[in-house]
């Protein structure tokens, strides 16, 4: 046999790509313990959320439960409340939503360029362990995912899509067809990559650093290439769930729900370990009882104490919903642990107060991922802490080796790891 043939690179490649999709096993080394698969998942209210319903006025263990902390009373101990966080330099009302999850400066600006999203960092390191490196979920089809170039992630809004997407096998001659396409992919960028190195020899110095950037890219590109090869000739995990129907923009609690149940199933079956989920607001009347307005008009409720009831209602069926996934997750068990405490989820919002446009003391809610939770940290409502460090910590808690994000460096103080 020609060991020198059968090594090259592509070889290598295909072997590297099938293998991150297996589980460690103990003829593969010393028989050690595989890691616990952890999760993030991301969700951004873009309308915002009422603080006072909210937030605590205690700051500690011993804070009483606001009107939607008590919908979600018995996960106290999975949560930590954070108020008086924001993004340094994040401004421009509802713009900000671009910069919720990359903490991009002044993303109201007209030279604004947005950097990348934490779930897309993730990516790039651990998102070749599943079927699909990450999953965008969203209302309204702008996800709150920015790639590495700061181009927005287009996002996935229909949930009998999503299900298509996670599930459902195509036919052979589709499959066939697909794995052919990502073969000719490979093939460009092996002809890409033998291009550049050839410039490499003729042009400066500096010009020779770009090129570099520039193969680490294309050879992240065929990693995933090979990766996604390989998963085409698997089969899709199966569930014991019906594909749903859509339902139209005004449901949007019963649309909120048909994503946590995708969601669900993706972590359920390891099918992403990153998820994000912009939750929007149609202009039209939600179709909830005793809604009189328009989502987004109510989130505008100028202090006025009827749009502020209505506003409640609303928001009060979403922390229902969410409630419902976090039990979900806690019912799951996964090894000696659940699914809660594998998936750390930030629930939250770019306002701070969505009436008056502001992006400072964002509403934020970390729930699971085996931190030590069950607190409120209260940080200055007035010189708002860095929220990137919190992201850190989750970043961390995924297993990055990483001390800074943006303008945060350091993990949130207060925020410990749970055993």
């Not at 070749?128 to 995912?145: E, I, K, Q, V």
Request: hydrophobic residues 35%.
């Amino acid at each position: 046999m020609n060991t020198e043939r059968s090594l090259t690179r592509r070889n290598f490649l295909r072997a590297s790509g099938v293998a991150l999709c297996l589980p460690v096993l103990e003829s593969m080394g010393a028989g050690a313990a595989a890691p616990p698969r952890r999760r993030l998942m991301a969700i951004g209210l873009g309308l915002g959320l009422h603080a006072p319903n909210l937030i605590p006025k205690q700051a500690g263990r011993d804070y009483e439960l606001t009107p939607y902390l008590e919908l979600l009373k018995a996960f106290r101990n999975d949560f930590t409340v954070i108020s008086g966080a924001s993004h340094p330099e994040v401004d421009g009302g509802h713009s900000a939503d671009k910069s919720y999850l990359t903490a991009a400066p002044h993303p109201g600006s007209t030279s604004f360029r947005n950097s990348e999203s934490i779930d897309q960092l993730a990516a790039r390191q651990i998102g070749l362990a599943t079927r699909f490196g990450y999953l965008p979920m969203s209302d309204y089809g702008n996800s709150l995912s920015v790639s590495r170039s700061g181009v927005p992630v287009p996002g996935q809004s229909s949930p009998s899509g999503i299900f298509a997407k996670l599930f459902l096998e195509g036919r052979p001659e589709e499959k066939a067809g697909q794995i052919e396409r990502l073969k000719e992919g490979q093939s460009v960028l092996d002809m890409v990559q033998e291009k550049t190195r050839r410039m490499q020899q003729r042009v400066s110095k500096r010009d020779n650093e770009k090129l570099d950037e520039y193969l680490t890219a294309v050879r992240e590109t065929e990693q995933r290439l090979v990766k996604a090869e390989a998963w085409e000739q698997r089969p899709k995990p199966a569930v014991d769930y019906q594909q749903p129907k859509d339902v139209t923009q005004q449901n949007i609690i019963a649309r909120a729900r048909l994503m946590y149940d995708m969601a669900q199933l993706a972590i359920q079956t390891d099918s992403t370990r990153l998820i994000t989920y912009a939750i929007g607001g149609p202009t039209e009347v939600p179709d909830i009882p005793g809604i009189s307005e328009g989502y987004h008009n109510l989130s505008h409720h100028g202090m006025d104490e009827g749009k502020i009831k209505q506003l409640t209602v609303v928001e009060s069926e979403h922390f229902k919903a969410f409630a419902d996934f976090l039990g979900r997750l806690k019912a799951t068990k996964e090894e000696d642990s659940n699914l809660l405490d594998r998936t750390m989820i930030l629930y939250g919002s770019h306002l701070g107060n969505a009436s008056s446009h502001n992006n400072t003391n964002m509403p934020i809610l970390l729930a699971g991922g085996g931190f030590k939770h069950g607190q409120h940290l209260a940080f200055d409502a007035e010189n708002n802490y860095p929220l990137p460090k919190l992201f850190v910590s989750m970043l961390q808690r995924l297993g990055l080796e990483i001390d800074a994000f943006a303008s945060g460096t350091g993990t949130m103080t207060g925020l410990e790891f749970a055993a």
